[in-house]
């Protein structure tokens, strides 16, 4: 293998890797040479020691894969920065196992104002319906509220309900809910950020949630203190990542705010990882307030940090049946959801994004919602003419066969999360999988289906409604196993798994021939791992961790 685009001392080298580049003109290697932040060379480890000076950092990768830095497409990282400070409630069962992590838990938090935690399944309580009254015989003193993984949902006890002044009821926007109880009070079950919100912001957390919740900036202006306080959550969230081998974020809120606290953190000791954020357009903005999309957009548009997208969402979950569908739910016959906006309000909306030049991703759960936003596109596009738009559809959990082939014929990308299907990870099969019911489980999570229908299909997490670990993504994407045995194979091989977690991420921000693969003149940006992946049995993937993190050309990582 020969040594392209080498001329001096690199500054880094890697060797005694199982390189796996990702580009099919040369796809392995065993050494990669960087200097000044980008790959320069590629290819044996004799090759490449010859770039090596008195200055070089030499990494062993003992073996060890090394692949491109994983892009993760659809995450959110200021409110998962904070929460990995909250408890942490995944994988509990039972109202015995739920009282005692609170229980442990709240003395822990001595000062906290609201105690909040994470991960909780649907399903804790059984068959039975979580309460008020369920958090009080836990935790009656002080205030607690607990959040679904998927973060549509959550419960609060009496206390929380009280000083959020919601206990009483109060009415929000379409698919925003305080559930209601037969004594007239709320009974602890909020769905959708509009009714969780009151209660969220006594947390002292409601700058974190502002990107999410209005996409708008935090009024008064955060303090000189309060400012540090955001950047230290920005920072541990970008730790976060760059110890998962996550090299690029793509995030899916925003707001100016945190692209300034992104930009004070650059300018202070550099960025671990790169980062685009996106103006979030919410049901009650007019169009005249994409203005601050395009602001934003040219204001950050480096290579570290970067705008340019607007996120939208459509619709809710499936869990609360808040997702809209074509067909009413199979376990409520009545009922196909509410969308957030109606198809001609989404229609504009995307006509006149589309207009502006910007991206569109737009959060589509149901087939109903993800057949409105391909309408959405199909219309901007005959409105403003066709070009390389690479408007997304984010996470597509039910789709139809009628909107399939849309993908290729739109150039649209189908963002969608190994993590998320019932069943592959922390989500169990109920009550989804019934919601669903069986007639539309063959193109449920159907990313075989729309990949092979020609779509680009890109990974993500969505950190922190999942483990952010892309390794984990891979393993689940690998190992995907149909609900029934008549349902297609919707597994992806190790290798398209890792493209979607790397070219394709670098597709979906127009970055494919400066990143997502290792090729001399791209971005220093890649992973050592401690094992080679490609020999690793799919069960044992998730056992493979990142050794080293580099990000142009830095380490970010190290473990
Ligand atoms: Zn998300």
């Given at each position: 293998m020969s040594v392209t685009g080498a001329g001096h001392n690199a500054d880094l080298i890697v060797i005694n890797g199982r390189v796996q580049t990702m580009d099919d003109d040369n796809p392995a290697a065993e050494a990669v040479a960087v200097k000044d932040g980008a790959i320069i060379a590629l290819g044996s480890r004799a090759a490449i020691e010859e770039l090596k000076g008195p200055a070089t950092n030499v990494i062993d990768a003992k073996g060890g894969s090394v692949v491109p830095g994983f892009i993760e497409a659809h995450m959110h990282l200021f409110s998962g920065g904070a929460e990995l400070a909250h408890l942490q409630l995944t994988g509990i069962h039972g109202f015995d196992a739920l009282q005692k992590a609170i229980r442990d838990y709240a003395p822990t938090r001595p000062d906290a104002p609201m105690l909040v935690g994470q991960g909780v399944d649907y399903?804790?309580?059984?068959?039975?319906?979580?309460?008020?009254?369920?958090?009080?015989?836990?935790?009656?003193?002080?205030p607690f509220c607990m959040a679904a993984p998927d973060h549509h949902t959550m419960w609060a006890n009496t206390k929380a309900l009280e000083m959020a002044g919601i206990l009483q009821g109060r009415r929000f926007g379409p698919g925003n809910e305080i559930v209601m109880g037969d004594d007239g009070l709320a009974a602890g079950e909020l769905r959708e950020g509009e009714a969780f919100g009151p209660v969220l912001d006594l947390a002292g957390e409601s700058r974190v949630r502002l990107g999410l919740a209005?996409?708008?900036?935090?009024?008064?202006?955060?303090?000189?203190?309060?400012?540090?306080?955001?950047?230290?959550?920005?920072?541990?969230?970008l730790a976060w990542c760059a110890r998962h081998g996550i090299t690029s974020i793509q995030n899916m809120d925003g707001n100016l705010y945190q692209l300034e606290l992104l930009a004070e953190i650059e300018a202070e000791e550099g960025l671990p990882c790169r980062v685009q954020i996106p103006f979030h357009y919410k049901n009650f903005m007019t169009l005249d307030m994409l203005d601050k999309a395009s602001?934003?957009?040219?204001?950050?548009?480096?290579e570290w940090l970067s705008s340019g997208m607007v996120k939208v969402f459509y619709d809710g979950v499936?869990?609360?049946?808040?997702?809209?569908?074509?067909?009413?739910?199979?376990?409520?016959?009545?009922w196909v959801g509410e969308p957030l906006f109606t198809p001609q309000q989404f229609i504009d909306l995307a006509?006149?994004?589309?207009?502006?030049?910007l991206q569109i991703a737009v959060h589509s759960i149901g087939d109903g919602a993800v057949r409105a936003v391909l309408d959405?596109?199909?219309?901007?596009?005959?409105?403003?003419?066709?070009r390389d738009s690479r408007h997304r559809v984010e996470h597509i959990e039910v789709t139809?066969?009628?909107?399939?082939?849309?993908?290729a014929e739109l150039g649209v990308i189908a963002s969608m999360q190994p993590p998320h299907p019932p069943g592959a990870m922390d989500f169990p099969l109920e009550p989804t999988v019934?919601?669903?019911?069986?007639?539309?489980?063959?193109?449920?999570?159907?990313?075989?289906?729309?990949?092979?229908?020609?779509?680009?299909?890109?990974?993500?997490?969505?950190?922190?409604?999942?483990?952010?670990?892309?390794?984990?993504g891979i393993q689940a994407a690998v190992l995907r196993k149909p609900w029934a045995d008549s349902d297609p194979d919707q597994s992806f091989s190790l290798h398209e798994a890792l493209a979607a977690y790397t070219v394709e991420g670098a597709y979906a921000e127009f970055a494919e021939h400066r990143k997502g693969t290792l090729k001399p003149g791209y971005m220093a940006d890649l992973v050592v791992l401690s094992a080679d992946i490609e020999k690793t049995a799919p069960a044992d993937l998730h056992k493979v961790r990142p050794v080293t993190t580099i990000c142009g050309g830095k380490i970010t990582y190290q473990a």
């Open positions: 399903t804790v309580l059984g068959s039975e319906r979580v309460t008020r009254h369920h958090l009080d015989a836990i935790l009656p003193d002080r209005t996409g708008g900036e935090p009024d008064p202006m955060p303090t000189a203190a309060e400012r540090a306080a955001d950047r230290d959550i920005m920072r541990r969230g602001t934003m957009a040219e204001r950050y548009n480096s499936l869990d609360s049946w808040t997702a809209v569908m074509v067909e009413p739910y199979a376990d409520r016959p009545d006509v006149a994004v589309d207009k502006r030049g959405g596109y199909e219309a901007a596009q005959k409105a403003n003419g066709r139809t066969t009628a909107d399939v082939p849309r993908f019934s919601r669903i019911g069986p007639a539309r489980w063959p193109l449920s999570y159907a990313w075989r289906t729309l990949k092979d229908a020609g779509a680009h299909v890109v990974f993500a997490s969505d950190w922190p409604v999942s483990p952010i670990d892309p390794i984990l």
